[in-house]
């Protein structure tokens, strides 16, 4: 049997796109010799994955899972919306959340780690896969949610399945109370979360670089008003407190009731099971969010084949 190195597993691999395992199979089943087992590949179908690697990925489908007091969520992308109702696809995307849920969210073990019940890894099953249906995909992203004492509740938006859709949401609620009660209140929050979309939980917990861009930005405007610089510094607070509640969560207004500040739902909330109620994260996904989408021009795309 021929050895197989390390590093005649990765030429392979830099020249089909094939997963490393099937890779790896392959050299063993052409005796190492790179060209026999790239002319497996191709036969196997699982070289294909190569040539549509350079397609644009912005449908698909976003997958959570929470068990507890954690929760995960992934973002698999595909080439159109019609993989997103394919069976196969969403099987994938629904155990790359178990998997994710295991391995805490990080996307390099996310890929490397073992795709339930086959022989390759979670990266391997979506080469297969996209070798079997066709269009190019790929396993974008992962970030897994968890709280010592509470619960990690969860919503999905616009849902193609159980734990599958376009927008998903986890909220980590720190309490002792009522685990039953702090589901309902944390799902609740996570549907304000998914039509909102905070940036952070408290003012504090914003990045210090965005706020001071901002108070940047404030400052330049409200220079060109010709009021004393006193009156200047004012308007910026108040116009950095409006920031503030279009971006942190606990100063948003509560989109239940279009009244309440979420910060006095939460504090209601404590009051009624007798016990301190804390939001300690949220994690949200909306698929497709910051992949530029190629844009089809059809009237060029006619010109072009009429000469």
């Given at each position: 049997?021929?050895?197989?190195?390390?590093?005649?597993?990765?030429?392979?691999?830099?020249?089909?796109?094939?997963?490393?395992?099937?890779?790896?199979?392959?050299?063993?089943?052409?005796?190492?010799?790179?060209?026999?087992?790239?002319?497996?590949?191709?036969?196997?179908?699982?070289?294909?994955?190569?040539?549509?690697?350079?397609?644009?990925?912005?449908?698909?489908?976003?997958?959570?899972?929470?068990?507890?007091?954690?929760?995960?969520?992934?973002?698999?992308?595909?080439?159109?919306?019609?993989?997103?109702?394919?069976?196969?696809?969403?099987?994938?995307?629904?155990?790359?959340?178990?998997?994710?849920?295991?391995?805490?969210?990080?996307?390099?073990?996310?890929?490397?780690?073992?795709?339930?019940?086959?022989?390759?890894?979670?990266?391997?099953?979506?080469?297969?896969?996209?070798?079997?249906i066709g269009e190019n995909m790929t396993l974008r992203r992962s970030?897994?949610?968890?709280?010592?004492?509470?619960?990690?509740?969860?919503?999905?938006?616009?849902?193609?399945?159980?734990?599958?859709?376009?927008?998903?949401?986890?909220?980590?609620?720190?309490?002792?109370?009522?685990?039953?009660?702090?589901?309902?209140?944390?799902?609740?929050?996570?549907?304000?979360?998914?039509?909102?979309?905070?940036?952070?939980?408290?003012?504090?917990?914003?990045?210090?670089?965005?706020?001071?861009?901002?108070?940047e930005i404030l400052r330049e405007q409200a220079a060109t008003s010709?009021?004393?610089?006193?009156?200047?510094?004012?308007?910026?607070?108040?116009?950095?407190?409006?920031?503030?509640?279009?971006?942190?969560?606990?100063?948003?207004?509560?989109?239940?009731?279009?009244?309440?500040?979420?910060?006095?739902?939460?504090?209601?909330?404590?009051?009624?099971?007798?016990?301190?109620?804390?939001?300690?994260?949220?994690?949200?996904?909306?698929?497709?969010?910051?992949?530029?989408?190629?844009?089809?021009?059809?009237?060029?795309?006619?010109?072009?084949?009429?000469?």
């Open positions: 049997m021929a050895q197989i190195s390390a590093s005649m597993v990765k030429e392979l691999r830099g020249r089909t796109g094939a997963g490393m395992l099937d890779c790896k199979k392959a050299l063993v089943e052409a005796g190492g010799d790179i060209e026999m087992a790239g002319e497996w590949l191709r036969k196997k179908g699982l070289a294909a994955a190569a040539k549509k690697s350079g397609r644009v990925t912005a449908e698909g489908l976003v997958g959570l899972r929470t068990d507890g007091a954690r929760g995960a969520l992934v973002e698999v992308n595909a080439e159109t919306d019609f993989v997103a109702r394919n069976e196969g696809f969403q099987a994938f995307v629904g155990a790359a959340s178990d998997v994710a849920l295991e391995v805490g969210g990080d996307l390099a073990a996310l890929k490397s780690a073992d795709y339930p019940g086959g022989a390759r890894t979670v990266e391997g099953e979506l080469t297969n896969l996209i070798a079997t970030v897994c949610l968890s709280v010592g004492e509470g619960v990690v509740a969860s919503y999905m938006h616009n849902s193609a399945a159980p734990g599958l859709g376009k927008i998903g949401v986890l909220v980590g609620v720190k309490s002792a109370g009522d685990a039953e009660a702090l589901h309902k209140l944390g799902k609740q929050v996570a549907m304000h979360v998914a039509a909102s979309s905070p940036r952070a939980v408290t003012a504090e917990d914003l990045d210090a670089e965005t706020v001071e861009k901002e108070r010709g009021k004393p610089p006193e009156i200047v510094e004012k308007m910026i607070e108040g116009r950095l407190r409006k920031f503030f509640e279009e971006v942190v969560l606990m100063n948003q207004t509560w989109v239940i009731d279009g009244e309440s500040k979420v910060s006095k739902v939460i504090d209601a909330a404590a009051k009624e099971l007798g016990t301190p109620v804390e939001i300690a994260g949220f994690a949200r996904y909306q698929l497709g969010e910051g992949v530029e989408r190629k844009e089809d021009d059809f009237a060029a795309e006619v010109a072009q084949l009429a000469g």
